[in-house]
């Protein structure tokens, strides 16, 4: 065995260990200045920033977190910025449902060449006219990151166009000016982000210091330690290497805009500083390509994370799934073994206006809608916060009083409710012949004559229970408070009730009243004048101070006495069952006090007469009681707990009145009360189906409501009737699987046309697509002859109808349509480089989706400047396309014409498109079956979305007036002169509804329908058609 010195090791185990500590000293040094070289240095766990704070959670330079996961729970808000997802995003949501990796991200690696002369500015890309203040609202616009508005370059890290509803991209390299620890902050308003890369190559950004994430978050200018996501952790830099940032800022249309991101070195008091021209660079040079060329434009994970939306219910029940959207998809049943099905009838219905007469622009009014089953849903509910258009109601009434006219109060047994009472009645319109004209307003204000009244008003007075012939005594005027004036309905009749202020049964008359003479009755209306005194109640005569300018009702019976018009407001009437406790009846009050209180405290009682006041008798002469109808306080009764807006209009005329009779009397009993709140109250209501209201006629007005409703038991009916049919040729060869698509155009004179879409399932073989135009025939109906082209075709009799009367269905000759037709988009184009580009990969998404190439796009670009669109049809997987190039200015309409002069096929669809259009899966299938040669054309109705929505989260309305959107046959159209060139030459607007006052004159049907997933984009007008601001940047697009 060999000797071992342990003796001599335990004399020297100092020196031992002093050397070991001396070798790892050396080791660790020399990894260090390894990493060092490498840009990725040692960095200690625990370090101070400004103010001497201490900072426990610093990453390494990779951007990974070293800190415990117990430390970036507790700091939560920091530590977001060091992680590859951006805030407020689940990182699940980059992987789609159902898959174990998220989906590869195009991110930008190899970075192009870079130049000395690039130093002193950044890349900047503008995203204008783009609602929203959040980062996300950029990131959700259609054409971010690659397309953006404006590219142009800015000189610092610090900008302001005083612009709104934009949002910027700004980046570049930083260059440090010496190595060690640095900070950066941001501050922006709305919100912003500052990505950093630890090295050169987009692709590995990271987000570093961002302002807010939900678009209300700001900060002043300069304010860089606002929020604590604003100032970011260390960052290891050299001076000798560049590093790639990225700042991206979204301004709403509010605020002062501005953005600026500042730096410091990572030592205690230091105060950030903007980053200026000498330490940032170009990331390339974008001054000489056009907007198509994007293959340069650095992706990197802030342009492409957190732009989805979260997984969560629709907001819009259109994005929910229908069997519509996809039924094309199922294959059809062969129109060969359907024609023998159904018996041949003529088809002529009578709202074609072939021939006749159209004003300019009234083609609108002789476009009907056609009722579709099941719901598709194309009701706009979720704008109905903001546009109530559906319900047939004035605007103003709903705002106000809402539905409350629907439900009806249960009322508990011996209740009674004078308020529900008012509330089930409609408006009383008065007698037009009890009111005078304009010109006969001043005579009678000078003059007033007695007339008898009208036999409505002798009816309403005579109808009154309980009426007397003379008012009852009046207390004293000197205990009574000062008098208030009022604008609710009052009849001179004192002991009278209240009139039916709504339409509904008249009240029976009492058997006292029926001797009464009729009384006399004044109408006129009040000129307006000065406002009275507070404390002096001014003299009803026709030259005193204003009264409400609204039409009065005088009446006079005889001479009026002293009396009051406002008594002490009447103690709230206990409701021992509505609250729950037993109180004893107290002795309810005069009328004229429960009229006065009603007045006083916004919720009337009762709506009836008003007694006259002391004041209101000046001289023994009688003067006439004027009393004014106010709809809001006539409705008012209908809002529980609702104050009226007499009280408020007649505050500061009657304050110094309620202060005085206040100080003297005392303030009045129950007075500052709060409403008592019935939290038991029922109520009954029926079941109401508005869809019912609707009518078939193009409703111009409401640009929320859905496709017309057609009731189930129609729909099922018809679909029974043909199944029958089906099933008698075939031998029960069909089984019918669900009713997918039933749409109806009525015609109440001749029958209604039906297109009936069904899921079958046939004997021996899979699912198939029944898709077909049928004719329920009313009984003794008469059509003309389909195969006369005379102009005045005589109506032939109809074939017999089935024997027990009811309607027949049959099938309408030349009114097949077909499946295999051609279909041409026809898309005028100019200096439109990120719509066109947008277009064409919509187009070739539906090619591979559908997998129909049986249609073609046709641009006609006038000469644009912004990109090669030539160039790009060719690279676009299409099926079939064509480039038309013509001079000149953009003219539309000539721009669709040469587009369908260029179709040589005349049994072919041309379809007048527009380029800013998101369409559905389903959009070929829908232009082929809803036109047909010589008797359909089709104009689907597109929602044009707002700002700052996206097709994933609808908000908008439907184009209910526009009519650019146009398939027609391509002989049809040529037949009815095509686009009107002449007239419509430097501009557009209108050219659509010329052309659809030529295509109704010559005997077309036009088909009207919403349909699901149809968007017409927001787009900025900007920089369109070759437009420039007066201080335009280097490259501008659309």
């Not at 099905?341 to 009907?368: M, N, S, W």
């Not at 505050?651 to 709060?674: F, I, L, N, V």
């Not at 003309?784 to 005589?794: T, V």
């Not at 030349?814 to 187009?843: G, T």
């Amino acid at each position: 065995m060999p000797w071992f010195p342990v003796k001599k090791i335990r004399k020297q185990i100092k020196l031992l260990l002093l050397l070991v500590l001396l070798t790892c000293a050396a080791w660790l040094t020399y990894v260090h200045l390894n990493l060092v070289r490498q840009g990725r240095a040692l960095r200690q766990r625990l370090g101070y920033g400004r103010d001497g704070e201490k900072l426990s959670g610093v990453t390494e330079g990779r951007g990974v977190r070293a800190a415990l996961s117990t430390q970036r729970a507790e700091d939560s808000s920091e530590s977001r910025e060091e992680e590859q997802v951006p805030e407020g995003q689940d990182p699940n949501m980059l992987f789609p449902v159902g898959a174990g990796k998220p989906p590869p991200l195009n991110l930008t690696h190899q970075v192009p060449p870079w130049w000395e002369e690039y130093k002193g500015q950044v890349n900047l890309h503008v995203f204008e006219d783009w609602c929203g203040g959040a980062v996300g609202h950029l990131r959700r616009n259609l054409h971010f990151p690659l397309f953006p508005h404006t590219r142009t370059t800015v000189k610092k890290l610090a900008v302001s166009p005083k612009w709104k509803n934009y949002g910027l991209r700004i980046f570049g390299f930083i260059h440090p000016a010496r190595d060690g620890d640095v900070q950066f902050s941001v501050a922006s308003d709305d919100n912003s982000e500052f990505w950093l890369s630890p090295n050169e190559s987009p692709a590995g950004a990271q987000l570093v210091a961002f302002v807010g994430k939900t678009g209300s978050e700001w900060t002043a200018p300069g304010e860089f330690t606002k929020f604590s996501s604003q100032v970011s952790k260390p960052k290891r830099l050299m001076a000798s290497r560049r590093y790639y940032f990225e700042l991206l800022h979204k301004q709403d249309d509010r605020g002062s805009d501005h953005v600026e991101v500042g730096w410091r070195a990572f030592l205690p008091g230091l105060k950030f500083e903007v980053i200026g021209s000498a330490h940032i660079s170009l990331y390339t040079d974008e001054s000489s390509l056009k907007m198509d060329h994007v293959a340069h434009v650095p992706q990197s994970p802030a342009s492409h994370v957190g732009g989805r939306l979260p997984q969560e219910e629709p907001r819009a029940d259109m994005l929910r799934p229908d069997p519509r959207d996809t039924f094309f998809l199922t294959p059809r049943v062969e129109p060969s073994s359907l024609e023998n099905v159904l018996e041949p009838c003529a088809y002529a219905p009578t709202y074609v206006v072939k021939d006749f007469p159209i004003a300019r622009y009234q083609g609108l009014q002789f476009v009907y809608l056609s009722f579709v089953y099941p719901n598709d849903h194309t009701r706009l509910t979720h704008m109905e916060t903001e546009n109530k258009c559906f319900y047939r109601e004035s605007p103003l009434y709903l705002e106000r009083f809402g539905f409350y006219k629907y439900m009806k109060m249960d009322r508990e047994e011996g209740e009674e409710d004078e308020e529900e009472e008012v509330q089930r009645r409609a408006f009383l319109f008065l007698n037009p012949d009890d009111f005078l004209d304009d010109e006969d307003e001043g005579e009678l204000l000078d003059s007033l004559e007695p007339t008898e009244a009208s036999p409505l008003q002798s009816r309403l007075s005579a109808a009154a229970p309980g009426a007397t012939p003379t008012p009852p005594a009046p207390p004293s005027p000197q205990d009574l408070p000062a008098p208030r004036r009022s604008r609710a309905l009052s009849w001179a009749n004192p002991a009278a009730r209240p009139l039916p202020l709504f339409l509904g049964r008249a009240l029976r008359p009492h058997a006292a009243a029926a001797d009464q003479p009729p009384p006399k009755v004044y109408v006129t209306r009040v000129r307006p004048g000065l406002r009275a005194p507070p404390r002096a109640l001014p003299p009803l005569s026709p030259r005193g101070p204003p009264w409400p300018p609204f039409p009065g009702v005088f009446l006079r019976p005889r001479p009026l006495p002293r009396v009051q018009l406002r008594a002490p407001p009447r103690p709230p009437r206990p409701r021992g069952r509505r609250t729950g406790g037993s109180q004893a009846p107290e002795p309810r009050p005069p009328a004229w006090a429960q009229a006065t209180q009603g007045s006083r405290e916004g919720q009337p009682r009762m709506l009836g007469r008003r007694a006259p006041t002391a004041a209101s008798n000046l001289s023994s002469e009688a003067q006439p009681v004027t009393s004014f109808l106010s709809l809001s306080q006539v409705s008012r009764v209908q809002l529980p707990g609702a104050r009226g807006e007499e009280e408020e209009a007649d505050d500061d005329r009657a304050r110094g009145e309620d202060a005085d009779s206040e100080e003297a009397a005392g303030a009045p009993p129950g007075r500052w009360r709060e409403d008592a709140i019935d939290w038991q109250r029922t109520f009954s209501v029926g079941a109401v189906d508005f869809e019912l209201l609707r009518s078939d006629w193009n409703d111009l007005r409401c640009n929320v409501s859905g496709n017309l409703q057609l009731p189930e038991a129609e729909a099922v009916d018809v679909v029974a009737q043909y199944m029958e049919r089906l099933n008698a040729r075939h031998g029960g060869r069909y089984a019918l699987l669900r009713i997918v698509n039933v749409e109806k155009r009525r015609d109440s004179a001749r029958g209604s046309r039906f297109l009936l879409e069904l899921e079958l399932q046939e004997r021996g073989a899979g699912r198939r697509r029944l898709s077909e135009y049928v004719f329920l025939r009313l009984p003794g109906a008469h059509a003309g002859d389909p195969d006369s082209d005379a102009e005045s075709p005589e109506p032939a009799p109809a074939a017999p109808t089935r024997p027990d009367g009811r309607p027949e269905l049959c099938r309408p000759l030349r009114l097949a349509w077909r499946q295999d037709v051609m279909v041409h988009f026809i898309v005028p184009v100019k200096n439109q480089a990120r719509w066109v580009a947008q277009f064409l990969a919509d187009m070739a998404a539906l090619h591979a989706r559908t997998d129909d190439s049986r249609f073609s796009v046709i641009l006609v670009d006038f000469e644009s400047e912004d990109m090669d669109v030539e160039r790009a049809l060719r690279s676009a997987r299409l099926p079939r396309y064509q480039y038309l190039r013509r001079t000149g200015n953009f003219e539309r309409s000539a721009g669709l014409q040469a587009g369908v002069d260029a179709v040589e096929d005349a049994s072919s669809i041309v379809f007048l498109c527009d380029l800013h259009i998101h369409f559905p899966p389903n959009i070929l299938d829908c232009i082929r079956k809803h036109c047909v040669e010589g008797k359909l054309a089709f104009a689907p109705v597109v929602m044009r979305l707002g700002c700052g929505s996206s097709p994933g989260d609808p908000h908008g309305y439907w184009e209910v007036n526009g009519f650019g959107l146009f398939g027609i046959y391509k002989s049809d159209f040529d037949r009815v002169g095509g686009m009107n060139t002449e007239e419509f030459r430097d501009q557009w607007g209108g050219e659509d509804w010329e052309l659809l006052d030529r295509v109704l004159q010559a005997g077309l049907e036009v088909e009207r329908l919403r349909l699901r997933n149809f968007y017409h984009h927001y787009h900025s007008k900007r920089g369109m058609w070759g437009a420039r601001g007066r201080k335009g940047s280097r490259t501008e697009g659309p």
